[in-house]
């Protein structure tokens, strides 16, 4: 009997590791899947995800807390109980969206928290409390083995269905087809936990139950847990809005920081005799001169940034997990402490993407973060020599001086401060910070004080000082910084520039991608020309209101910007005077754009400019095939649509020229090339594709210039849709050899 009992062991484990791993893939699955179907319905604002992600988060704690309350009674109860909920869950299968429509004066911050619990809440709330409950269930049929290990196959398949989505099923699978997907998915998985049901002791054995057989941890113990759980959830956030603000901006970067924060759950859940020196001693370097190195964010080494923000968060994460995991109760006390995990989790995340957008008007979480991490990360002496230095009762006179010495040399090196990686001062006072810092490394309260004085030299200091001058304003759409230069002032979004306006006479003249030789600027001065006086005109995306400009008395123009801080800076405080000096008249229609044009009557535009691309980030609902019926509805059959689609990172002709095709336009594209004078006058490159469904008035517009030429379509290229959308085959970087479109 014992000898069967062994041979059934990797049998028992491997239905445990499966149905974990299927749970987990579902779960991470549907994030992205039920955010894309909503897209249409609730527009593509951040306060939309950030409410996703609020209720993901909710229903998740609820899923942990859920199991932990089942670890009161009998494990086949559990079971039993488990299976009915997951039985009322299936209720709402096919996974998808409830039939509403989003209120005109509705809130989306209160609104779509209602519309993603209602629509997917009993389900996800099933499937999240599966991995604690599961690996409780482990622990009892194996006869009490550990059973902490199982939780990364969670992780990993947390890990495949986050990645699996962008790059598997999104691009191969209309919605409805994804949502019959997860639907059969499901079902596999109510099979799987019935299995591992069946595992667990039958009789007395089954039923008679003690709830707890170790001893409780204390407060601090389990404010711990929560705390070592807050900080990387909090810097997987951050992480993820300070590169794709001040770093770089490329396409689903987000999914890289949460991917990486999933597998290092995998690394940390398990022994091994090289994880505590390696910890010990690397994670404390890492963060000292990698954290340090980001603050500066230097945009000459932009990709190289993003790659050691990946690998500091990485290590972090691995460096605060390791460290819960060691700290873990029996696996009797299993289900609190996920749930302890579960609340540090969700506070981080609260923290990073709800409250610090609000409290601070820079990313000043990401560097209090790694401050965080610096204070928690298992610590080790580097050398022998260093580690008799801190030996002897005189240690914490020896921390005090060196302390001293910190702050002696932060101070010289803010004395002459450079840009970025600085001047000499400030090179030479960030070495002379680091070299001191690798010293303190294994005292604790020393090192942190070098990492902040590492943070502060390489970008701290600056950061305040603008804050201090109150030239920044912060919003849930990004960090816009206005910058005051002799002959022109500049409008920033992260590092991406959004506007310029000259000074002096000068103030008046269109720059960057909207100069007259643009595609956008020769359509806009020929407005009297084909629409008459009274041309009617819709422009989204308001940046600078640079295109106002264009304006003439009599003109009828209407802004769509979904920023309240763009209207602040562009209208309300004087910062740009595009507005003001050339259209005052001009209409400003905050919210999503696409929500407000879907409003408008039939024909009530002449011209309708598409700009909202900022930071080279695609709101995917404003391309879709839909989106440009809705275009040319209130256009009217003679109107004309521009699409600015200059993008470092996709190929967007394509796109424009799908829903082209699909939608009966006949489309010229200028990609416009400044010349040397024109750069003097802040003139940029730009790609602009003119649309119109009357080919009469596309002549017109293309008729005094080379530079407009047809827009040819890519008959493979499947259009986007609110069905079906992806980015992986526009992508720039899946497509090195292809010729600029």
């Not at 020229?657 to 336009?665: I, T, V």
Request: aromatic residues 12%; glycine residues 10%; proline residues 7%.
């Amino acid at each position: 009997m014992e000898e069967r009992n062994g041979k059934d062991r990797p049998r028992l484990r491997w239905l445990f590791v499966v149905a974990i791993l299927s749970g987990s893939f579902l779960l991470f699955l549907v994030q992205p899947m039920v955010a894309r179907m909503a897209l249409p319905r609730v527009g593509g604002a951040p306060a939309v995800w950030n409410s996703a992600m609020l209720v993901y988060q909710a229903l998740l704690l609820g899923g942990y807390a859920y199991a932990h309350w089942l670890s009161r009674v009998p494990p086949r109860t559990q079971a039993g109980i488990h299976m009915g909920v997951l039985a009322l869950a299936a209720l709402w299968l096919p996974i998808g969206l409830i039939a509403t429509q989003l209120p005109g004066s509705a809130e989306p911050a209160l609104w779509v928290p209602w519309l993603f619990g209602a629509s997917i809440g009993p389900l996800f709330f099933a499937i999240s409390a599966q991995a604690p409950l599961l690996q409780r269930w482990y622990s009892v049929a194996s006869g009490g083995r550990d059973p902490y290990a199982l939780y990364a196959a969670s992780n990993i398949g947390s890990f495949g269905g986050l990645i699996a989505y962008p790059l598997l099923v999104e691009p191969n699978m209309a919605l409805k087809a994804q949502s019959w997907l997860w639907t059969a998915g499901y079902a596999l998985v109510f099979l799987l936990i019935i299995a591992c049901a069946t595992r667990l002791p039958r009789g007395s054995r089954g039923e008679a139950h003690v709830p707890h057989t170790s001893p409780p941890p204390g407060l601090r113990r389990v404010l711990l847990w929560v705390t070592l759980a807050f900080v990387p959830s909090g810097l997987m956030l951050a992480t993820t809005t300070f590169l794709t603000t001040d770093i770089v901006a490329m396409p689903m970067l987000w999914v890289l920081p949460l991917g990486l924060y999933l597998l290092s759950f995998s690394v940390a859940f398990r022994d091994g005799e090289l994880m505590p020196e390696l910890i010990g001693k690397l994670a404390p370097v890492v963060v000292l001169l990698f954290g340090a190195t980001l603050i500066a964010g230097d945009q000459k080494y932009a990709y190289f940034n993003a790659l050691i923000g990946l690998a500091l968060l990485f290590l972090v994460a691995v460096a605060l997990h390791w460290r819960m995991y060691q700290l873990r109760p029996a696996p009797d006390r299993l289900t609190g402490f996920y749930l302890a995990m579960s609340v540090g989790g969700a506070l981080g995340g609260v923290f990073a993407g709800l409250v610090a957008p609000v409290v601070f008007d820079w990313t000043y979480e990401y560097p209090l973060l790694i401050l965080a991490a610096g204070a928690l990360v298992p610590q080790s002496f580097l050398l022998r020599l260093t580690a008799r230095f801190w030996q002897g009762r005189d240690r914490w006179l020896k921390a005090a001086v060196l302390m001293l010495l910190i702050a002696v040399i932060v101070a010289w090196g803010l004395i002459n401060p450079g840009n970025s990686l600085g001047s000499l001062h400030d090179q030479l006072a960030f070495v002379a910070v680091a070299l001191l810092g690798l010293v303190a490394v294994g005292m604790r309260l020393p090192f942190v004080v070098a990492l902040a004085g590492g943070l502060f030299l390489f970008g701290g200091w600056r950061a305040v000082e603008t804050s201090l001058s109150g030239d920044r304003t912060r919003s849930y759409f990004g960090v816009y910084t206005v910058t005051d230069l002799p002959a022109e002032r500049r409008l920033a979004h992260g590092t991406t520039l959004h506007g310029i306006q000259l000074k002096g006479n000068r103030a008046t003249m269109p720059t960057t991608y909207y100069v007259p030789g643009s595609g956008v600027g020769q359509a806009m001065e020929a407005l009297p020309a084909l629409y008459g006086p009274g041309a009617r005109v819709g422009v989204v995306g308001l940046g600078t209101g640079t295109l106002a400009c264009y304006a003439v008395p009599g003109q009828q123009w209407r802004f769509f910007e979904i920023d309240p801080a763009v209207v602040q800076l562009s209208r309300d405080s004087g910062a740009f005077t595009f507005l003001s000096r050339c259209a005052p008249w001009a209409q400003i229609v905050l919210g999503d754009a696409r929500l407000r044009i879907g409003e408008m009557p039939d024909a009530s535009l002449d011209l309708l400019a598409l700009d909202a691309f900022s930071s080279d980030t695609v709101p995917m609902h404003l391309m879709t095939t839909e989106a440009f019926d809705t275009y040319g509805r209130v256009l009217g059959p003679h109107g004309l649509l521009l699409v600015h689609i200059s993008n470092r990172f996709l190929t967007l002709a394509r796109v424009v020229a799908g829903a082209a095709d699909r939608g009966g336009w006949h489309a010229a594209r200028m990609e416009y090339v400044p010349s040397a004078l024109e750069e003097l006058d802040e003139a940029t490159s730009s790609d602009w594709i003119a649309l119109s469904r009357d080919k009469t008035v596309l002549d017109r517009l293309t008729a005094h210039s080379q530079e407009w030429q047809p827009l040819a379509p890519w008959p493979r290229f499947r259009p986007w849709t609110d069905d079906y959308a992806s980015v992986m085959p526009v992508m720039r970087v899946f497509q090195p050899s292809m010729v600029e479109e």
